[in-house]
């Protein structure tokens, strides 16, 4: 049957349901000699009889009756999926995947987002912890987290984060028998712990600047980790130079247990960052989201 039929079935169910042309023709919205020409129409494409009609009643044929049972459940189906869609426009329900690294998500996300997930539990909440530039639209995420100067232009980005530094430290024990390095690039004659990115399987090149010069140190050492927590539970224990965030290393610092080093080539740069592909595709869920993890300054 053609598309533009379906309208020809929908108003056949409505009469064999309401068992009644004046009741389905106010349903419908249409008049009664106007919807009992669209039934007649029907009958004669498909070629059989679907309604019995009196004066007193309207019945269902067998042909009908049959159409009625194997139709009628999927067109019931469709509507209530369609109305659970049209309340979704309001009602902030559903699952929200983000992806985002371990940085972010245990400083911001994860603080944030624990208010409005107890108050609102129809909301889902799926977080994937991941260095790599994940494609949001291909992998089928509602939004990322990045660097304010990681997201492409063409993404829709809210800051969430004030600005951010890295800090390049070390346990002092380390240092006992080492020079401490002056510049970035004295960092390749260190011991220096590395982050493992997942894409394309490559280090992470560690990014300095000082004034106008900006420089990337791609650095070795015996240890490669694919998250920063191992990187700082290794930094703690002596085996090597580390690139941190500085507010994870902030603490140990205060008590002594890390040293920073580099401190005039660490400069701030565009904190984190959700973003997602267009306003227009944003569920109510997700705007609530972007909304507790926007940044108040």
Request: glycine share 6%.
């Amino acid at each position: 049957m053609r598309r533009e039929n379906l309208n020809d079935v929908i108003a056949f169910l409505a009469v064999a349901q309401a068992k009644s042309f004046t009741k389905a023709a106010a349903q419908l919205g249409v008049s009664q000699s106007a919807l009992s020409h669209t039934i007649r129409s029907l009958e004669s494409r498909m070629g059989v009889r679907l309604l019995t009609r009196t004066t007193r009643s309207v019945a269902p044929t067998h042909a009908g009756e049959r159409l009625l049972t194997a139709v009628g459940p999927r067109f019931e189906e469709i509507r209530a999926e369609l109305a659970a869609l049209s309340e979704l426009r309001d009602k902030p329900t559903g699952t929200v995947r983000i992806t985002a690294g371990l940085h972010a998500t245990e400083t911001i996300l994860w603080p944030r987002l624990q208010p409005i997930l107890k108050k609102h539990p129809d909301i889902h909440v799926e977080i994937t912890v991941d260095y790599g530039l994940t494609n949001i639209v291909v992998d089928r995420f509602d939004a990322g987290v990045r660097l304010g100067e990681q997201v492409a232009k063409d993404m829709i980005a809210v800051r969430i984060g004030p600005d951010f530094r890295m800090a390049v430290v070390a346990a002092p024990s380390y240092f006992s028998n080492r020079a401490e390095p002056r510049t970035p690039q004295e960092l390749t004659g260190h011991n220096c712990i590395n982050l493992r990115l997942p894409t394309y399987g490559g280090l992470y090149a560690w990014e300095f600047e000082r004034g106008e010069r900006e420089i990337k140190v791609r650095v070795d050492g015996q240890l490669v980790f694919n998250s920063s927590r191992q990187i700082l539970d290794a930094a703690l224990a002596g085996f090597g130079v580390a690139y941190l965030p500085e507010d994870t290393v902030a603490p140990h610092l205060e008590r002594g247990r890390l040293k920073s080093v580099l401190e005039r080539w660490c400069a701030p740069f565009p904190g984190y960052h959700v973003y997602y592909p267009n306003r227009r595709q944003s569920s109510p869920a997700l705007a609530l989201v972007v909304d507790a993890l926007r940044y108040q300054r």
